[in-house]
Every structure is written in structure tokens, then in C-alpha cells.
């Protein structure tokens, strides 16, 4: 039997099994995937994801980039300083693992009803998981990289700019790889509750007139959106960590 | 060049009873003299040859470095490693400058010197790799010639030929002994090795554990310059000693 | 020379921090103030008050029917599902496009589709807790088998073992504590769904009473509503963390 890639003969027949379905169910919320791509033409056509795409990838790279500006410097801190780890360890890990929109209606007060508050939710779902990531590959440097490092004279930002930051390289971009996922949801869950701009927004306006073909088109656009970002983020770490030998590269 | 009075250090152990490391230690160390420190495990070696480098704290004694008290690392101590300690995602020419490149110096002019550096090792054409595509030998010539590139007055080498096969061994321990008549260095080599300790030293500091202290200092007269092949001898009785000295210790802790 | 003393303990510094937010929270409000910002004292009022009140835990009833529901749910089905996976490679390389994409999907853009399909009743809110919770469970489940070390398949075989023996004496207990370890994610992942049923799909509950403090300015309750839901996501994680390390403490073979 020819190795065919099982992935895509998976999604071929699922793609088959939603058109099937699709017309034989014949209910609003189940459209086959020839309408849903149907309308999702139109949509494109007509503007209307364009607009919403832009305001959605504007919220997601803003919120991503402050996440990453955030994480990265309070997880360098927490790998290095064990006062500062110990001081902020557990609620890093509590806010981790507990349900990040909770926090939509706070941010809705303080920064009123607008872009500011998704990028608040977007950066709420995403800064954790890479602050967890960089402190706990900035505390796997190898202890005797450092030591070399201070013994030719390196300044405490050297040793942190030179040495730790490219050995953590590898692990820190695991967790921006998470966090980009995260993000992706934040944006969306964001987007639905604050519904103001983005693609949420038209997903919840869509769900509430009843059109399924609509509600589904967009979430195409979003899942393409998610694993594109997650995509980019990959070839980059391919690309800063060239150097890690094959054998020990998680390709996870 | 090097004077240590009195250099104590101990901690608290795992179990919580109080471990010496070192206590007492006096050592003179002269100018570019070859000194070679040999001893058993738990010793002290290691210790001892942080301390002067300025990687690690002590609680008494003193440590000065041609005049000057040491009170961390500096430039005119450069240290190479047992595991190599090469930073994996910089080039051999990038190594061999970092010790350059964090005392501020130029880039030109640090890549001039490490490229005449890498010369120096043998490691010509391999500038553009990464220690990862190197084998054992090639990665700690690059230690060699990064902790040369520094220009120190005294060189520090905690077991630098530890880790590699005992043919690499050998030819490492030739061609340092050739770097060495030709730039006349301060050295204090740390090995467990005793024929590596008579074969490269001027003096073999032999040190006994439990507390790390100097046991002895023997004297190897051999005349300049050393080879593997020449005086092995005479070299043979001296590391005969040593052994039995050792073998000793060994039976002394069980 | 920076020694690293050890930390005798957290507490302190954990206190700091929390110390250090409470009073730039007063901070904030006291430049800010406003309708929308409650003080940190007027929030722990509120929250214990709240407490007290039936409103509320008649709210957490209804709303926990959800996570309580689509969590055994998601259990029920989502652990033989990635068992299942995790035996069969066939099954798994069709079934892996489909995880990974899942595992990226912001699952709330279903909830209109769900809306639509189920209606606001209890059942749309299940099946979209179930929906959250059942992809951890489900990989972590599939990762558990995967990893069983094959060799003692084998060696069951040579002893005559059938498939039901197989899955009884070597995979089962050898995927435990992965599949514990996805039940507690998927608790976790649960949670999230409730709260987003909640705040996206059907304001039945607690999400009602966060709408309705919003919406008549009652800014400590509003908090107040938000601390309980995050303490009890917190509780049930740490309930679910404790549970998963006391089913797995022997089990593990190192």
C-alpha cells in the first residue's frame, strides 16, 4: 500500500462526510461545505473578513507582542532570581490553569468598551503560559555555561543577554508556540464578549440571526488564522534554533 | 606570582555536618611555573582552583595575585573547563572572542586574534562551525584558545583533558606542552591523572581530603621541554611515588 | 561573588507580592475612582456577603450542573476514545489532523452553531463543557497507552497473555497516571468551559448575576462574583491535583 499522508486523506474524508451530512440534514446549522464555501467567497468578496480579519490580527498582535515583551522579561527574572520566583511562583501557575475570560468583565470596566480590553483578554490568555515556559528553561541553563561566563569577566546583563537567553532559546519557544494557541483564543473569546470589532464579533452576530453558513465560514477563517500564526511561529524556532542537535529536538 | 595563606573553605553537607574543603592551605605559585595539582577526590583541587580564579567564595585566608588581593574573576586569570563549556550556538570564531567581546574589545580586532588563535590550535577552516560538529579534542582546543585569547598572566585548567579519550589525551598534553614553551605562562593544572601531572608539570602539588590540604610537593626536575617519548623513566619513578602516596590516602579513608 | 543561599521558604515573598497588589490596587482607585472600580476592602465585603447569599449559591448550582455533567461526560467518552487511539495506531494517524486542530480552535465559535442546533437548555451547556474538557483528556489518555513500554506487551504475549489480559494487567495500569493526568486537565479545561457558557452563551446563572451587577453598577459584587468563580476553578484544580498524585503514587516505575 503507497505511504500516503493519512492527515490528508483524513481531511478529504471529512470534507466528504460534511457535504454528505450537510445535505442530507439540511438544517440552518449544519450547511454542507460547498455553501459554507460559497458564502465564505461572498464574504471575502463583500469585504466583511477583510475588515474583520484586520481588526482581528490587530488585536492578536498587539496582545501577542505585549504577552511575549511581559513573559519573556518576568520568566528571565523568575529562571534567575530565586526571591523573585518564590514571590511570584504561585500565581503565575494560579492564573495559569484558572479560566482567563473571567477576567473580560474586569478589563471591561477599566478600559471601557473597546480594543483596549481584548488586547487585555488576549494578553491574559497568553502571558502565562510563556512566563512558565522562559523561567523554567532559564533555571535548565547549564550552570557551567554561566560560571565560564562570569570567568571571562561578564557583566550580570551579559551573562543574561549572551548565555541565557540563547541556551533557554530552544524551551522559550515551545511556550511562544503555546501562547500563540492561546492568544488565537483569547482574541476570539475576547472578541465574543467585548463584541465591538474582530471576527467574534461577526460570529455572535451571525449566530444570533440564525445563519449557520456565516457562523462557519468564519470559523474557517479562524482556524486557518490559528494554525498559520502557530505555523510562523514554528519556522521561526526552526530558525533560532538551528544550532540544537537533532537527536534531542522534541518536535512537539 | 600566585600566593595562597592560609585558604580555608567549608560548608554544610548534605546532612548537615560541617564539610572542609580546604584548610590551611599555603601555596606559592612562581612566575610562568608549570604547577600541576594532583590528589583524590574530594580534595579539594577543584576548590581550590576556583577560589583562585575567583568563581568561588572562601571563609579564611588570603589569595594574592602578583601584588593584587583577588576578589573575583579578572583578566588576568583565565580559566578552561573540563566539560569545554562552549557556548553551542556560536561559531568556533565566536568562542574563541567571548572572553574579548566581554571586556569590550572591538570587533575587528577580536576576530584578528581569535582567528590567529584558532591557527594557533591547529583549528584552521573551522572557524564558521559550531562546537556541536566538533569531536572532543577539537572542542576544548577551542577552550585553550579561547582562555589564550585573553591574554592572562596566569592559566587555569581544572582537568581540561578529562573528558576525552586517552589518545586525544595525549595528543592535547603534547600540544600544550609546545604552546607552553612558546608563550611561558603561569599554569595550574588540575588532573587526577598522575603521569599527566609529572609529564607537564614543574612541581606536583599532591593534596589528600577530608580536610583538602596540601600532603606534599614533589619536585619534577626534568628538563625543558618535555616530551612523551623522552625521560619516560625517570618520569615512571616519580609517578611511582605519587601512587604509592595516593594508594595510601585511598586505603587511609576506608 | 554572589553565593546562592537557599530560601527557607515562599511565604514571605508570596505575601509581599500579594501585599504589594492590594495596596496599588488602593492606589489605582484612589487616582481613578469611580463607579466601575471597587476598593479591595469593599470587594472582600461584598465577597463574603455573597457568600452568605442564596442568589448566589443558587446560581452556582445551576451553573455547576454544566461543568459537573459535561466533565463525567468527558471522561466517560474521552478515556476509552484516547485508549483507543493510543492501541490502535491505524485510528490515530487519521484521527491526529483532527486533535490538533482542535486543540488549537477557539471552542467558543462553536456556541453559536450550538445555540442554534440545541437551543439555552441545559444540554447546550453540557455539550459544550464536554466539548472543552474532552480533547485533554483524550490526547493525554492516547499519550498514556503510547508510552507503555512495548517490551512488556511482548513479554506478556510469551507468557500466553490474550488481548484482554493485555489490557487489563499491562496497559491499563500502565497508562494511569497519564489518563489521571489528563482527567485533571480536563477538570481544568472544564472549568473554562463553564465559565465561558457563562459569560458567552447563556447568562443562566452566574454569568446572569455577572450581567446584572454590570449592568446596575454594582462594581464590588460584580468582583465579588468574579473571585468566587476564580477560587472555586482554583479549588477544584487543586482538588484534582491532589487526587491525581494520591491514585498514582506507586505506580510509576523509576
Known sequence: MRRLPAGLISLAAGAVAWELIGCVADVPFFPPLTTVLVRLAAMVAGGQIVASLADSLVNLVIGFVISLALGLVTGVAMGRYRKVEAALGIYVYALLTAPSLVFAPIFFSLLGEGRGSIIAVVVMYAVFVIVINTASATQGVPAHLVEMARSYGASEAQVLLRVMLPAAAPMIMAGVRLGVGRAVTGMINGEMFIAVVGLGRIVTQAGGRFDGASVLAVLVVIIVVALGAVALVQAVDRRITRWVPQTSRGDQ | ?254 | MRPERRLRSALPYQILTFVVFVAAWELFVHLRGGLLIPRFTETVEATVKLLGSAELWQAMYVSNQALVLGFLVAVVVGVPTGIMLGRYRLLERFADVYLNILLVTPMAAIIPLLVMSVGFGLASRVILVTIFSIVMVVVNSRAGVRQVDPSLIEMARSFGAGEREIWTRILLPGALPAIMTGIRLGLGRAVTGMVIVELLMVSTALGGLILEYRGLFKAPQLYGTIVIILAEALLLISVARWGERKLTRNRSVR
Open chain 2, 1 to 254: 606570582m600566585i600566593e595562597i595563606r592560609g585558604l580555608s573553605k567549608s560548608f554544610v553537607g548534605q546532612d548537615g555536618a560541617t564539610v572542609d574543603a580546604l584548610r590551611g592551605v599555603d601555596l606559592d605559585v612562581g612566575d610562568n611555573e608549570f604547577v600541576t595539582v594532583l590528589g583524590p577526590s574530594g580534595c579539594g583541587k577543584t576548590t581550590l582552583l576556583k577560589a583562585i580564579a575567583g568563581l568561588a567564595p572562601w571563609n579564611e585566608g588570603d589569595i594574592v595575585i602578583d601584588g593584587a588581593p583577588v576578589r573575583g574573576p579578572g583578566s588576568d586569570r583565565a580559566v578552561v573547563f573540563q566539560n569545554f563549556a562552549l557556548l553551542p550556538w556560536a561559531t568556533v570564531l565566536d568562542n574563541v572572542a567571548f572572553g574579548l567581546k566581554m571586556r569590550g574589545v572591538a570587533r575587528a580586532e577580536r576576530e584578528e586574534r581569535a582567528r590567529s588563535l584558532i591557527a594557533m590550535v591547529g583549528l584552521s577552516g573551522f572557524e564558521a562551525k559550531r562546537p556541536g560538529e566538533l569531536s572532543g579534542g577539537m572542542q576544548q582546543r577551542v577552550g585553550i584558545a579561547r582562555a589564550l585569547a585573553v591574554q592572562p598572566r596566569v592559566l587555569l585548567m581544572d582537568e581540561p583533558f578529562g573528558a576525552v579519550d586517552e589518545q586525544t589525551r595525549r595528543l592535547l598534553q603534547e600540544e600544550l606542552l609546545s604552546i607552553w614553551e612558546e608563550h611561558r605562562l603561569t599554569v595550574v593544572f588540575i588532573t587526577h591523572s598522575m603521569e599527566e601531572a609529572v609529564l607537564l608539570g614543574d612541581r606536583v602539588v599532591l593534596m589528600s581530603a577530608r580536610p583538602g590540604r596540601i600532603a606534599e610537593i614533589v619536585p619534577v626536575s626534568q628538563k625543558r621541554p618535555r616530551s612523551p617519548d623522552v625521560g619516560a623513566a625517570e618520569r615512571a619513578e616519580i609517578t611511582g611515588y605519587l601512587w604509592n602516596r595516593l594508594r595510601e590516602m585511598h586505603q587511609e579513608r576506608r
